[in-house]
């Protein structure tokens, strides 16, 4: 069974790495808006696109108990008061804290899947080979995964 989620909340990774390969338009046609932080919007350094809200963590005393990035630690307290939610993660650490607090996460990776199945995109490959592409300064590790 297929969860509504209430909101799509992305970490700085997602971001960056869409980017970087020209594809950041596949979070719009598979969620139509996503919800950020202020601190993952400052830690991108561009502006995003109008479709990708910001918005602030009002917990910020366990937002600043987690032992993860800041962007992350962001991310993660905006999931957990945006319930249902799907997290965006890629970072280990940060997928693990997520897990433990039982909060529905995927990572960049994910995202190309679900792109596929829904017909976003005909195949993953040439995504791939983008990501695994010297210039992106993403290591193939991050793709075996795949």
Same mark, same amino acid.
């Given at each position: 069974?297929?969860?509504?989620?209430?909101?799509?909340?992305?970490?700085?990774?997602?971001?960056?790495?869409?980017?970087?390969?020209?594809?950041?338009?596949?979070?719009?046609?598979?969620?139509?808006?996503?919800?950020?932080?202020?601190?993952?919007?400052?830690?991108?350094?561009?502006?995003?696109?109008?479709?990708?809200?910001?918005?602030?963590?009002?917990?910020?005393?366990?937002?600043?108990?987690? +032992?993860?990035?800041? @962007?992350?630690?962001? *991310?993660?307290? %905006?999931? !957990?008061?945006?319930?249902? #939610? &799907?997290? /965006?993660? +890629?970072?280990?650490? @940060?997928?693990?804290? *997520?897990?433990? %607090?039982? !909060?529905?996460?995927?990572? #960049? &990776?994910? /995202?190309?899947?679900?792109?596929?199945?829904?017909?976003?995109?005909?195949?993953?490959?040439?995504?791939?080979?983008?990501?695994?592409?010297?210039?992106?300064?993403?290591?193939?590790?991050?793709?075996?995964?795949?």
């Amino acid at each position: 069974m297929q969860i509504a989620y209430k909101i799509v909340i992305a970490d700085t990774s997602c971001f960056i790495l869409l980017d970087k390969i020209g594809e950041l338009e596949i979070l719009k046609s598979l969620f139509g808006n996503v919800i950020t932080t202020t601190v993952i919007a400052r830690e991108f350094g561009s502006d995003l696109p109008e479709w990708v809200e910001i918005r602030s963590v009002k917990d910020l005393h366990f937002q600043n108990t987690l +032992d993860v990035d800041a @962007g992350e630690a962001s *991310a993660i307290a %905006l999931a !957990l008061e945006s319930e249902p #939610s &799907l997290l /965006i993660i +890629d970072d280990n650490k @940060g997928r693990k804290a *997520a897990r433990r %607090l039982n !909060l529905n996460i995927t990572g #960049s &990776l994910g /995202i190309f899947l679900k792109a596929k199945k829904a017909g976003n995109i005909s195949s993953i490959k040439p995504i791939v080979e983008k990501i695994q592409q010297p210039i992106s300064g993403i290591h193939k590790q991050y793709c075996r995964k795949f």
